[in-house]
Protein backbone atom coordinates (compact mmCIF):
# COMPACT_ATOMS: atom_id res chain seq x y z
CA UNK A 1 0.00 0.00 0.00
CA UNK A 2 1.51 3.21 -0.71
CA UNK A 3 -0.69 5.45 0.75
CA UNK A 4 -4.40 5.88 0.59
CA UNK A 5 -4.01 8.86 -1.46
CA UNK A 6 -5.80 7.46 -4.39
CA UNK A 7 -4.37 9.86 -7.41
CA UNK A 8 -0.78 8.70 -6.19
CA UNK A 9 -1.95 5.05 -6.17
CA UNK A 10 -3.29 5.42 -9.42
CA UNK A 11 -0.02 7.16 -11.04
CA UNK A 12 2.45 4.45 -9.42
CA UNK A 13 -0.02 1.74 -9.16
CA UNK A 14 -2.74 1.68 -11.95
CA UNK A 15 -2.92 -2.30 -12.17
CA UNK A 16 -3.54 -2.54 -8.70
CA UNK A 17 -7.02 -2.80 -6.75
CA UNK A 18 -7.26 0.78 -4.83
CA UNK A 19 -6.28 1.32 -1.34
CA UNK A 20 -9.57 1.24 0.21
CA UNK A 21 -10.94 -1.95 -1.28
CA UNK A 22 -6.97 -3.60 -0.18
CA UNK A 23 -8.10 -2.02 3.62
CA UNK A 24 -11.74 -3.51 3.06
CA UNK A 25 -10.22 -6.42 3.00
CA UNK A 26 -7.70 -6.25 5.73
CA UNK A 27 -10.75 -5.37 7.70
CA UNK A 28 -12.58 -8.54 6.20
CA UNK A 29 -9.87 -11.11 7.01
CA UNK A 30 -10.00 -9.20 10.74
CA UNK A 31 -13.14 -9.77 11.46
CA UNK A 32 -13.58 -13.43 10.75
CA UNK A 33 -10.13 -13.74 13.04
CA UNK A 34 -7.17 -13.32 10.66
CA UNK A 35 -4.22 -11.71 11.92
CA UNK A 36 -3.63 -9.38 9.24
CA UNK A 37 -0.87 -6.17 8.91
CA UNK A 38 -0.22 -3.66 6.27
CA UNK A 39 3.55 -3.20 4.28
CA UNK A 40 3.28 0.79 3.51
CA UNK A 41 6.26 0.47 1.39
CA UNK A 42 7.70 1.97 -0.51
CA UNK A 43 6.94 4.91 1.18
CA UNK A 44 7.21 7.60 -2.10
CA UNK A 45 9.40 10.41 -0.22
CA UNK A 46 7.68 13.73 -0.50
CA UNK A 47 5.02 12.37 -2.27
CA UNK A 48 3.36 9.61 0.38
CA UNK A 49 4.14 12.33 2.89
CA UNK A 50 1.48 14.94 3.10
CA UNK A 51 -1.00 11.63 3.94
CA UNK A 52 1.16 9.83 6.21
CA UNK A 53 -0.98 10.41 8.74
CA UNK A 54 -4.41 9.33 6.97
CA UNK A 55 -2.57 6.01 6.06
CA UNK A 56 -1.28 5.27 9.05
CA UNK A 57 -5.27 6.01 10.12
CA UNK A 58 -6.77 3.64 7.61
CA UNK A 59 -4.49 1.07 8.31
CA UNK A 60 -5.42 1.31 12.30
CA UNK A 61 -9.15 2.14 11.00
CA UNK A 62 -8.97 -1.13 9.04
CA UNK A 63 -7.93 -3.09 12.38
CA UNK A 64 -4.62 -4.30 10.99
CA UNK A 65 -2.60 -5.77 13.72
CA UNK A 66 0.74 -3.85 12.15
CA UNK A 67 2.19 -1.48 9.78
CA UNK A 68 5.53 -2.32 8.04
CA UNK A 69 7.35 0.05 6.18
CA UNK A 70 10.38 1.02 3.99
CA UNK A 71 11.50 3.84 1.99
CA UNK A 72 11.83 4.06 -1.59
CA UNK A 73 15.17 2.40 -3.23
CA UNK A 74 15.72 2.93 -6.76
CA UNK A 75 18.73 2.17 -9.06
CA UNK A 76 19.37 2.05 -12.67
CA UNK A 77 16.44 1.63 -15.41
CA UNK A 78 14.05 1.22 -12.46
CA UNK A 79 14.84 4.79 -11.17
CA UNK A 80 15.21 6.09 -14.47
CA UNK A 81 11.36 5.08 -15.10
CA UNK A 82 10.51 6.39 -11.47
CA UNK A 83 12.18 10.13 -12.65
CA UNK A 84 10.27 9.69 -16.15
CA UNK A 85 6.98 9.54 -14.26
CA UNK A 86 7.97 12.30 -11.98
CA UNK A 87 8.90 14.43 -14.96
CA UNK A 88 5.33 13.93 -15.98
CA UNK A 89 3.48 13.95 -13.23
CA UNK A 90 5.57 15.76 -10.41
CA UNK A 91 7.81 17.98 -12.23
CA UNK A 92 8.87 20.43 -9.18
CA UNK A 93 9.93 16.98 -7.25
CA UNK A 94 12.78 15.73 -9.89
CA UNK A 95 15.36 18.21 -8.96
CA UNK A 96 15.09 16.41 -5.34
CA UNK A 97 14.83 12.75 -5.96
CA UNK A 98 17.54 13.43 -8.51
CA UNK A 99 19.98 14.73 -5.63
CA UNK A 100 18.79 12.09 -3.81
CA UNK A 101 19.23 9.06 -6.00
CA UNK A 102 21.87 9.98 -8.39
CA UNK A 103 24.65 8.28 -6.73
CA UNK A 104 23.03 6.17 -4.33
CA UNK A 105 19.75 4.01 -3.65
CA UNK A 106 18.02 5.78 -0.52
CA UNK A 107 17.55 9.08 0.24
CA UNK A 108 20.50 10.52 2.37
CA UNK A 109 20.58 9.21 6.95
CA UNK A 110 19.10 12.42 8.34
CA UNK A 111 15.73 11.79 6.01
CA UNK A 112 15.60 8.76 6.47
CA UNK A 113 16.22 9.28 10.23
CA UNK A 114 13.14 12.07 9.81
CA UNK A 115 11.15 9.74 8.00
CA UNK A 116 11.34 6.54 10.32
CA UNK A 117 10.81 8.74 13.44
CA UNK A 118 7.12 10.05 11.94
CA UNK A 119 5.96 6.42 10.94
CA UNK A 120 6.72 5.21 14.44
CA UNK A 121 5.30 8.21 16.35
CA UNK A 122 2.12 8.01 14.32
CA UNK A 123 2.19 3.70 14.44
CA UNK A 124 2.28 4.63 18.27
CA UNK A 125 -0.52 7.10 18.21
CA UNK A 126 -2.50 4.46 16.65
CA UNK A 127 -1.41 1.65 18.22
CA UNK A 128 0.37 -0.30 15.68
CA UNK A 129 3.26 -2.45 15.69
CA UNK A 130 5.74 -1.77 13.39
CA UNK A 131 6.54 -5.42 13.23
CA UNK A 132 5.31 -8.80 12.89
CA UNK A 133 3.36 -10.50 15.90
CA UNK A 134 6.10 -13.10 16.95
CA UNK A 135 3.81 -16.26 16.83
CA UNK A 136 3.12 -15.43 13.21
CA UNK A 137 6.54 -15.82 12.35
CA UNK A 138 6.81 -19.52 13.22
Do not use: C
Not at 22 to 40: C, E, I, K, N, S
Not at 68 to 91: A, M, N, T, V, W
Not at 106 to 123: G, M, N
Request: proline share 6%.
Amino acid sequence: LLSVNARLAQVFEPAVVSPQERLVLVRLLHDVGVTAGVAVLPVLPLLAEPDLEATVAAVADAHAAYLLFKHLELKGEQRDRFIEILQSKYPRLVAQYQRWYEHAISPDHKYLESLTARIETLSQRYRLENKMPEDRLR
